[in-house]
């Protein structure tokens, strides 16, 4: 892609309420534009670092045996009666009326439509255990949406959903999410804490927030550092190995402030092992066994013959929230830095040239078409702007690689910059085996 031809409409003047450094920098460098209060359209460069982080997700979540599909935003309003939450939802959900008058609602969630799905068809312990799972919009009227695509109204969610005949299998289910999660946000460059949660009235230890640390993060954090340095490359996805994970997480402290007793902290947590900080809650997963499988009548016959509710779990990644906690987590010294594997380009060309002289534009030219070649998603800046508002502009957008045709290049040996700065000149072959 050229620069000049890139839609990427760059916002000087930012609105007041953007406070934190992820909704400015995605005004700024053009990635989302506000419709109305809480909704957010996605502008190129914006929609592209979502599609690669929404395919990370898929990807891992196929790998522990889920399945996609698709259910609609618009759902019924019968089932959440049934169910009983259509009243318990409260001012969140978006209430409507088509023109017959029926009541119908933009889904904040999805637990009660998969239930009604696999009611009709599920019968037997023989088709469990599934797990399921969409990528889907989802609306919530958020009294306070702030913070740009951290906290809004319509956002993009992944949320899956667990069925089994037991118990026991469900926590299979459970830490199969669980070890997917993990290796999700490991994927795109985050450092994610799994902080127990408060179950509700079902108890158990089974719901767990992932919490990436951030300063400007809603949830405050209290842990043992410990837990950052736990390694996942040594287990897999056999249940034995689940479960030696799952331990080895819950034996250390790490809960956010609806779960923290200062007691309990002091007595577990060695002082200079102490971590209080904030973070931004990125996923939350969730175990609620009949919950919503009685109330909908969810039944399957079991191996002796008798009838079993439905063992159920929920599973949330915030797909459109990551994109700004990837910001506020990356974010250093004023410079932006996308983790390779959501940066919206591979590389950026920038080359040092004006009117009068368009020889280093050339050559940047030929380089583009090579890179192009291999598949490498390369941005050229052919704009007519100074080194210096260029190299600004790039500071912001954050591409982690660069290739510099300037003063230091020669007729085939190029400047290039890595992820970390550290500049070096070297030729296209050499560029095109570091960036593949
Ligand atoms: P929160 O405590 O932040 O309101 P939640 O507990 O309501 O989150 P879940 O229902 O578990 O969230 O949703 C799963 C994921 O969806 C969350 O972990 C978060 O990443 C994302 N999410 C929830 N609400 C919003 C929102 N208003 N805007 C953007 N993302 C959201
Ligand atoms: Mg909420």
Not at 293 to 310: E, Q, W
Request: charged share 30%.
């Amino acid at each position: 892609m050229r620069l000049s031809k890139l839609f990427l409409p760059i916002t000087k003047d930012l609105p007041s309420d953007a406070t934190i450094k992820s909704h400015q920098l995605m005004l700024r460098t053009g990635m989302i534009k506000q419709s109305a209060a809480g909704i957010y359209s996605w502008l190129p460069l914006g929609f592209k670092v979502m599609k690669k982080i929404e395919q990370i997700v898929r990807e891992e979540q196929n790998k522990i045996g889920a399945q996609e599909l698709l259910m609609p935003t618009i759902q019924s309003a019968e089932i959440w009666k049934e169910s009983g939450r259509y009243d318990d939802y409260g001012e969140e959900m978006l209430r409507i009326k088509d023109r017959q008058g029926r009541e119908i609602l933009y889904g904040p969630t999805n637990e009660e439509l998969i239930t009604d799905i696999f009611r009709s068809s599920i019968k037997s312990y023989k088709s469990l255990p599934q797990i399921l799972y969409h990528i889907q919009w989802k609306f919530r009227d958020e009294i306070r949406p702030r913070f740009g695509v951290m906290r809004c109204r319509e956002f993009y969610m992944k949320d899956a959903y667990s069925f089994d005949v037991d118990d026991e299998s469900a926590k299979l289910s459970y830490n199969k999410m669980f070890y997917a999660y993990l290796k999700t946000f490991k994927r795109l460059g985050l450092e994610a804490i799994p902080m127990a949660a408060d179950t509700g009235p079902i108890g158990g230890d089974l719901s767990h927030e992932f919490v990436i640390l951030a300063e400007t993060g809603e949830s405050k954090i209290f842990a043992d550092k410990s837990i950052l340095k736990i390694k996942l490359d040594k287990y897999n996805e056999d249940k034995s190995s689940l479960e030696k994970m799952r331990n080895e997480f819950s034996e250390i402290y790490a809960v956010t402030d609806e779960k923290f007793s200062k007691k309990e902290f002091d007595k577990k947590v060695k002082k200079d092992n102490q971590m209080i900080t904030k973070g931004i809650e990125v996923g939350h997963i969730f175990y609620f066994s009949d919950k919503y499988s009685k109330p909908l009548n969810c039944f399957v016959d079991t191996k002796d013959g008798k009838k079993t509710s439905i063992k159920m779990g929920s599973y949330g990644i915030g797909v459109s929230r990551l994109v700004a906690a990837i910001i506020e987590a990356k974010f250093l010294n004023n410079k932006m830095k996308w983790p390779k594997s959501v940066s919206p380009f591979d590389v950026v060309i920038i080359p040092n040239f004006n009117k009068n002289n368009t020889e280093n534009l050339k050559k940047a030219e030929k380089v583009y078409e090579e890179l192009k070649k291999q598949n490498i998603d390369a941005l050229l800046d052919d704009t007519d702007e100074s080194m210096s508002s260029k190299f600004t502009k790039h500071e912001l957008i954050g591409i982690p690689n660069q290739i510099i045709i300037g003063s230091k290049s020669t007729s085939d040996k190029f400047e290039y910059k890595n992820d970390k700065d550290v500049s070096s000149i070297i030729s296209l072959e050499e560029i095109k085996s570091k960036l593949i």
